[in-house]
């Protein structure tokens, strides 16, 4: 079995309104999932569109306290195991640690089992929770029932910032928070990882301030699409031109993600990352 994958960030908010928000189903509805029953510590189940194979709940609480919550996961016919911990810091923020289990990454180049999106699935709700705790609107989370990829936020910042901030590599580095070189031209490269990647993705189109468009291959075209209004921007993202059959859920959840830390980048002031070092 491989070594649990680890997700971990910080919420601008005290650990008992954290702790309300992971187990509250209200709650999390807003940030997680469709459909949510909860009734500690005997029942911790969500289902739905949002959740990967959602047509029923497939959790079971394990364990349950004040600070940390952990449960049975059945994905792909694996029970994997889910652990939450929350840790206090000065000044009123809390720690989210995420650890989930049987999380391997060639299932998310080979589309092999849908455990392959539980990286993105995961990144894309913690990015949800932080902001519903912070009171900003979450990001559209990803519809695991849809072959349709394609949705949209509105940013607080004027469209040439919010274009430079996708098209500059070190600017999207700073806030997808991993290396990523760009050659912003039609036909140039964008690297994941850095200009020695040796099949980086190509940028096919690109209107400087109103669209850019990236060939990723065998899982498709991303495109952004922007426009601006009263010193706002309408930013519609896709993701086309893949094998209908074989939605790339994985890399979805893992661009809408990064689209939550985009719009915490242009809104919120002395901005930092909310992921903390898991190692």
Do not use: C
């Not at 997700?7 to 940030?31: F, G, I, N, Y």
């Not at 029923?56 to 029970?79: C, I, K, N, Y």
């Not at 274009?163 to 806030?175: H, M, N, P, Y």
């Not at 039609?186 to 690297?191: C, L, S, W």
Request: charged share 25%; no cysteine.
């Amino acid at each position: 079995m491989t070594e649990p994958m680890i997700l971990r960030a910080r919420a601008q908010a005290p650990l008992k309104e954290v702790h309300h928000a992971l187990t509250d189903a209200e709650s999390m509805r807003r940030w997680l999932t469709e459909h949510a029953e909860v009734d500690l510590p005997d029942r911790y189940a969500f289902w739905g569109r949002h959740t990967p194979e959602g047509d029923a709940p497939h959790q079971r609480l394990l364990h349950a306290d004040d600070r940390s919550l952990s449960f049975a996961w059945l994905l792909d016919g694996v029970e994997t195991t889910t652990e939450i911990g929350l840790d206090e810091e000065a000044g009123g923020a809390t720690v989210i640690t995420l650890s989930q289990s049987h999380f391997d990454y060639n299932d998310v180049i080979t589309g092999a089992s849908i455990r392959g999106v539980l990286q993105t699935f995961w990144s894309l709700a913690i990015a949800n929770l932080v902001d519903h705790l912070e009171g900003r609107e979450p990001t559209p989370m990803a519809d695991f029932t849809s072959g349709e990829l394609r949705n949209e936020v509105t940013i607080e910042a004027p469209a040439s910032e919010v274009f430079d901030s996708l098209a500059d590599g070190e600017k999207v580095s700073r806030w997808f928070g991993y290396p990523i070189a760009i050659e912003p031209h039609v036909g140039g490269r964008y690297a994941m990882g850095g200009l020695d990647n040796p099949d980086p993705a190509k940028i096919i189109d690109i209107t400087p301030g109103r669209t850019m468009s990236v060939d990723w291959g065998s899982s498709g075209v991303t495109t952004w699409e922007l426009a601006e209004s009263g010193g706002r921007t309408r930013l519609a993202f896709s993701q086309s031109g893949f094998d209908g059959s074989r939605p790339p859920y994985a890399a979805w959840a893992g661009w809408l993600s990064g689209i939550a830390e985009l719009r915490r980048f242009h809104e919120v002031a002395d901005w930092r990352p909310i992921w903390v070092d898991a190692s």
